[in-house]
């Protein structure tokens, strides 16, 4: 069986058999698996009337455990976005009663943003639905291979400077 990456693979080495372009059969199967991925998120999360940011979002509150609170600098950290992008994300979720946006009472150059309790019951409806989603995505794989794949992905991660903060 093969799939569209080695038809590509097969078409450059025919036209430039001079080239190693081995690094395509990675890249390329990591780009259009995202798509694949991109896709089937973002109708899941669409069932539940979010978005992948909003979800980013949501989930970064709860995981952060009670009480469910952090800086907009944190949750962009988190997401890996810029300041307007993290402004527009929580602008809609605190329109939504999601979220809310208070001034830290010791530091008044400082705002803190908080999960409500509706944002906590959202987001708790939509992750097993989520987890449902990224497990039949790896369907195809064992648990050996998804956490050798995992194990795989983090390597390449580090060397590139995606670490823990």
């Known amino acids: 069986m093969t799939d569209h990456v080695d038809l590509v693979l097969e078409q450059w080495g025919a036209e430039r058999p001079d080239l190693d372009v081995s690094p395509m059969a990675v890249i390329g199967r990591l780009k259009r698996l995202s798509r694949l991925i991109d896709a089937e998120t973002r109708r899941t999360f669409g069932a539940h009337g979010l978005d992948p940011a909003s979800f980013d979002v949501l989930a970064t509150l709860r995981r952060s455990g009670p009480p469910y609170r952090l800086t907009p600098a944190a949750l962009m950290r988190a997401g890996m976005v810029t300041s307007g992008a993290i402004t527009q994300r929580l602008d809609r979720l605190e329109a939504r009663g999601l979220v809310t946006r208070t001034p830290s009472e010791?530091?008044?150059?400082?705002?803190?943003?908080?999960?409500?309790?509706?944002?906590?019951?959202?987001?708790?409806r939509v992750l097993p639905d989520h987890l449902a989603t990224e497990?039949?995505?790896?369907?195809?794989?064992?648990?050996?291979?998804?956490?050798?794949?995992?194990?795989t992905l983090r390597n390449v991660l580090e060397s590139l400077g995606d670490t823990r903060e």
């Open 135 to 151: 497990s039949r995505l790896l369907a195809a794989l064992g648990k050996t291979d998804q956490d050798a794949l995992a194990d």
């Open 106 to 124: 010791s530091d008044g150059r400082v705002v803190h943003v908080a999960l409500t309790d509706e944002g906590g019951a959202l987001l708790d």
